[in-house]
């Protein structure tokens, strides 16, 4: 594969596993605060993590559907880790926006995090094996 066939299997991927991220980030949140919870996903990415989720998946002979929700748990630990190191490096800008507690204020972002945090583990249950997949996110956590 060379790069522009990568990015074009990145772009294709994000399209489908975007959708998932943000039915998982908002599920359960209340209308006013969905912005600042789709807020620190809409800003940009390449979405590799999930790519690479579904790459490995088409290695195997996988069933795509079968790891989406996976790669969606797994972009969302990304984000999540993302927003709490922009608070702890008091970084005001990523990917040329304004971080998400630069945007809403450091509390707000504290709370965007902990849903982040909650939806990791929501995408994992709808994987389709969920303890494995929930077993694994836990010590990639733990490990960041």
């Known amino acids: 594969m060379n790069s522009s ?19 998982i980030l908002v599920s359960g949140v209340d209308d006013r ?27 195997f ?34 990917r040329k926006k304004p971080t998400c507690w630069a945007e809403f204020g450091k509390s707000m972002a504290e709370c965007v995090g902990i849903d982040y945090a909650a939806s990791i583990f929501q995408g994992a249950i709808k994987s389709r094996r969920p303890i494995e997949v929930a077993e694994i996110l836990t010590k990639t956590m733990k490990t960041l």
Do not use: Q, W
Not at 5 to 23: C, W, Y
Not at 35 to 55: D, E, F, H, Q
Not at 65 to 90: F, G, Q, T
């Open 33 to 59: 605060n969905k912005n600042a919870i789709k807020y620190p996903v809409s800003t940009g990415g390449k979405r590799v993590r999930p790519g690479l989720v579904v790459a490995s998946c088409r290695m």
């Open 61 to 94: 002979d996988g069933k795509e559907e079968d790891v989406l929700y996976a790669a969606a748990s797994l972009e969302i630990l990304h984000n999540y880790s993302l927003i709490i190191d922009d608070m702890i490096d008091h970084s005001s800008l990523r």
């Open 5 to 23: 066939e990568v990015k074009k299997f990145l772009k294709e991927n994000a399209k489908r596993v975007t959708p998932l991220i943000e039915e």
